[in-house]
């Protein structure tokens, strides 16, 4: 793998198409050799869309490679991120990193060159890798361009066409049809094989042209490895007329007479001796480098100005839902500039139009496409802003896996998971979140917050917007008791103990509805002459684990109480921060263990055991009356 051609020139902006094809030709070799030398990768999917790249990196993407923060620059991103072999080695020929670390350290540990890309490299919006997202992002990329920045940037998104099996890329073609982005452009490499054989549509590129333009974007059905014809269609999907879409028929492996358009090769390096014929084949060993198009000058921009927040303030004892609580508090929070908020047209029910209504030009709908939203509120942090992206809690666990690979991607981001629970009553277990907390909880990085009134939610919703990572608020549809003062504070990983006595036999713990319940358990147990503690545990992510463990050295028994699934919520948490200090007080753990129906709030969290007469119940039993 040693063979050298003499090529060492530098590409500069519109190359002659002879000089593009020796790039795309050194992208080939320098994508086999990475792999090789890593033992892993996925070379023969690099070679497919070398012509492409090499095409578009000379001729029509305007990029300032040693300044990657330029908020002029088109950006770039490879939603078939197992082609991380042909994205590094563009890296190399553009000069931004060196050829020691693409051939010694590509998918080694500690690297950052990892084996899918992500934003460790500045050159990297978001990470890619889990199909179908990449072409996402883009999108919300597009809109903060066009929208938010005003900045005359292109959007270029390189796709597999296995990956256009996934709805997600449905959904983010109809947004960039709908919103005419046309700043927005779509490759898709079709080279027939997936993984495992053939794709779903092979090389009938009218059947992509066809369903791209149903869904209202431009469709350009080209021959992928001609360059000229390649460079045409590009120059139009960058004419800033439409979103555009380059249908673009290659063969996997192009280039290796071995491998091309052979089935088996799908993430497998060439062995040794296979990639020194490879190379040989592709002509040798290059040294080329790329001086494309620069972006035009960006205007200065002023520092901001802090902008103070008012938040909105509620009178202690009135009746007021934390969902409503928290469309007035976003609505405040957006007196600063860098606020979004995203909606997957629920905003009249989650309260998230009343940003809308405050600042309409920062509020995005997406409309019930919850993995576009999720992916849009991404791009847009990726340029800098902090978006809050609200729905019902049962519908964001449809977009998981783009909340999994935001964590990757190292985003912050505002979630609010609204109308949770068995308490949200007859519309039924459809609509209930029950889950949301376990996987809010299990994201990296992420941070859970679960207020139990209006002043709580005012305040978290607020802070969200400084915290790094994800962060997840959950609302209840129904109105409860306001508990708390207007200046009182909640900081991120405390708690707050409403009622305590020093002779205290339980600690109650709820959040949310069950705070209340456990409020009214305890005036039960008062009663009975059974004093109890009542912690009302607003932040699940991280816990107050010294309240935790001081409740059960000091009560010695701890009822956890909460309208969710047992599993992954938050009395697993407090029994993890228990283990973690080493104690053991008894414990009860009630949770919605049975499929609920529809009822009124009070029947049906009677019925999933997690009502006041169940906490209370239990609560004797464990203080011995």
Known sequence: MTAENTHTAALGPGSALDEVFELAQQLRVDSVRASTAAGSGHPTSSLSAADLMAVLMTRHLRYDWQNPRNPANDHLVFSKGHASPLLYAMFLAAGAIGEEELMTTYRRAGARLQGHPTPVLPWVDAATGSLGQGIAYGVGIALAGRDLEREPYRVWVLCGDSETTEGSVWEALDKAGRHRLANFVAIIDVNRLGQRGPTELGWDTEAYARRVEAFGCRALVVDGHDLAAVDEALTT??????????????????????????????????????????????????????????????????????????????????????????????????????????????????????FGKAHPERYFQTYIAEQQMIATAVGMAARGYRPYATTFAAFLTRAHDFIRMAAVSEISMSLCGTHCGVEIGADGPSQMGLEDLAMMRSVHGSTVLYPSDATSTAALTAAMAYLDGISYLRTTRGGYPVLYAPDETFPVGGSKTLRTTRGDRVTLIGAGVTLHECLAAADLLAADGIPVRVVDLYSVKPLDLDTIARAAQETGALVVAEDHHPEGGIGEAVLSALAGQRLAPAFAHLAVRNLPGSGTTAELLDAAGISRAHIARTARELAGG
Do not use: M
């Open 237 to 354: 999907a960058g004419d800033g007329q439409a979103p555009t879409v380059v249908v673009a028929r290659t063969v996997k492996g192009q280039g290796v007479s071995e491998v091309a358009d052979a089935e088996g090769w799908h993430g497998k390096p060439l062995p040794e001796d296979l990639a020194a014929r490879a190379v040989a084949e592709l002509g040798g060993v290059r040294h080329l480098t790329v001086r494309g198009h620069r972006p035009p000058a960006a205007p200065a921009v002023e520092p901001g100005v802090p902008v103070p927040v008012e938040l909105p303030r509620f009178r202690t004892g009135d009746n007021v839902a934390t969902r409503v609580a928290f469309g007035k508090a976003l609505a405040a929070v957006g007196a600063r500039p860098d606020i979004v908020a995203l909606d997957a047209e629920v905003g009249n029910s989650t309260h998230a139009e009343d």
